[in-house]
Antibody, heavy 118, light 107 residues
Framework: EVQLVESGGGLVQPGRSLKLSCAAS????????MAWVRQAPKKGLEWVAT????????YYPDSVKGRFTISRDNAKSSLYLQMNSLKSEDTATYYC???????????WGPGTMVTVSS | DIRMTQSPASLSASLGETVNIECLAS??????LAWYQQKPGKSPQLLIY???SLQNGVPSRFSGSGSGTQYSLKINSLQSEDVATYFC?????????FGGGTKLELK
């Protein structure tokens, strides 16, 4: 059974940093692109980052480019999101998601909440 | 960025009814479209990909159609467990973008 479990969320002050983790199991992690998608409270979904199977290629929307860094450790079946210079608008539940062959997301974790507030 | 506009934003329907949710893209996305279901307090689940392909394990009462800029999700014979918010997502061009969601409730 595919499982994705995020961790690392919490309350952080504006301008500070936070690193999220996602532990994957139930599939060959190194064979899949992975992604982070977020959802602000009572709002829609926003794609945040994608990483290739080897980690050599990463993709971001302009809203987080230069502030967020996605990475992975295939030996540990783990995905990460380093978030720097956090803003109040980054407040959201962050989901770890597995990308299928085409760039839709076939499995999602339960999410971890990040609140950016002073 | 490609803008995805869903309609209606909310919908109330009776058990056994057929429901249609629309998704309009701001430009042609060549059927690179997925639909997700998000139940209250849960993470999204993939229902449909490539506009009309049913994800494994998803009930056959769900179907997708469309092309170009116009797409729709159809739910036949509405069940109580279908109460959820539904999102479309385009993956034709970066950045991948989602529709604003359609909240489906029981009448």
């Amino acid at each position: 059974e595919v499982q994705l479990v995020e961790s690392g969320g919490g309350l952080v002050q504006p301008g500070r940093s936070l690193k999220l983790s996602c532990a994957a199991s139930g599939f060959t992690f190194s064979n899949y692109y992975m992604a982070w998608v977020r959802q602000a409270p009572k709002k829609g979904l926003e794609w945040v980052a994608t990483i290739s199977t080897s980690g050599s290629r990463t993709y971001y929307p302009d809203s987080v480019k230069g502030r967020f860094t996605i990475s992975r450790d295939n030996a540990k079946s783990s995905l990460y999101l380093q978030m720097n210079s956090l803003k109040s608008e980054d407040t959201a539940t962050y989901y770890c998601a597995r990308r299928d062959w085409d760039p839709y997301f076939d499995f999602w974790g339960p999410g971890t909440m990040v609140t950016v507030s002073s | 960025d490609i803008r995805m506009t869903q309609s209606p934003a909310s919908l109330s329907a009776s058990l056994g009814e057929t429901v249609n949710i629309e998704c309009l893209a701001s430009e042609d996305i060549y059927s690179d479209l997925a639909w997700y279901q998000q139940k209250p307090g849960k993470s999204p689940q993939l229902l449909i990909y490539n506009a009309n392909s049913l994800q494994n394990g998803v009930p056959s009462r769900f179907s997708g159609s469309g092309s170009g800029t116009q797409y729709s999700l159809k739910i036949n014979s509405l069940q109580s467990e279908d109460v959820a918010t539904y999102f479309c997502q385009q993956y034709n061009n970066y950045p991948w973008t989602f529709g604003g969601g359609t909240k489906l409730e029981l009448k």
